[in-house]
T-cell receptor
Framework: AQSVTQLDSQVPVFEEAPVELRCNYSSSVSVYLFWYVQYPNQGLQLLLKYLSGSTLVKGINGFEAEFNKSQTSFHLRKPSVHISDTAEYFCAVSRFASYGKLTFGQGTILTVHP | EAGVVQSPRYKIIEKKQPVAFWCNPISGHNTLYWYRQNLGQGPELLIRYENEEAVDDSQLPKDRFSAERLKGVDSTLKIQPAELGDSAVYLC??????????????FGPGTRLTVL
């Protein structure tokens, strides 16, 4: 079985500052990795995904994440945040050939202050 | 193209009452998922359908929960009777289909259930 740990439950940051949301995973087999964003009273939207290839992946809204196999991490970063980035962010993993079964972390609430 | 549609968006019921949630996936998507998201937690898979077949329902509490996906399109998730601990957001998602490779899941807005 696999598991996901998001190391920060809440991250406050000022507008235009950089931000990093941390995610570590545990799995005995190779996995796909994802970051989702959830705005209040909405469903989850895919920000970015790592399937294979380059370990640095870029997503929507200026976000990027780096897959580090040795540290089993997949941290999400943005160099300059906006007020509109305020939301909850979820890291998730899916085993190869698991037909898309996602295991999610507990979520990190990002609050961007003016 | 319309996204995943769920109804109702909100539901408040008293414990021991039955409740049902409806999901219409994206047209052409063969795989449908139901997740439960407790407050302050990430979503957890309840059941996955491939067309009309439930292929992974290991996390579905079968004593009170049931689901169906007639004709392999719309799906209904039912709880009978509801308990206080069932208060959560119930999310539906769909994807194109299986095959061992990656298929992006698209999520609906969810149904927020409050059991009093």
């Amino acid at each position: 079985a696999q598991s996901v740990t998001q190391l920060d439950s809440q991250v406050p940051v000022f507008e235009e500052a950089p931000v990093e949301l941390r995610c570590n995973y545990s799995s005995s087999v190779s996995v796909y990795l994802f970051w989702y964003v959830q705005y209040p009273n909405q469903g989850l939207q895919l920000l970015l995904k790592y399937l294979s290839g380059s370990t640095l992946v870029k997503g929507i809204n200026g976000f990027e994440a780096e897959f580090n196999k040795s540290q089993t991490s997949f941290h999400l970063r943005k160099p300059s945040v906006h007020i509109s980035d305020t939301a909850e962010y979820f890291c998730a993993v899916s085993r190869f050939a698991s037909y898309g079964k996602l295991t999610f972390g507990q979520g990190t609430i990002l609050t961007v202050h003016p | 193209e319309a996204g995943v549609v769920q109804s109702p968006r909100y539901k408040i019921i008293e414990k021991k009452q039955p409740v049902a949630f409806w999901c219409n996936p994206i047209s052409g998507h063969n795989t449908l998922y139901w997740y439960r998201q407790n407050l302050g937690q990430g979503p957890e898979l309840l059941i996955r359908y491939e067309n009309e077949e439930a292929v992974d329902d290991s996390q579905l509490p079968k004593d009170r929960f049931s689901a169906e996906r007639l004709k392999g399109v719309d799906s209904t998730l039912k709880i009978q009777p509801a308990e206080l601990g069932d208060s959560a957001v119930y999310l539906c998602a769909s994807s194109l289909g299986r095959g061992g490779s990656y298929n992006e899941q698209f999520f609906g807005p969810g149904t927020r259930l409050t059991v009093l």
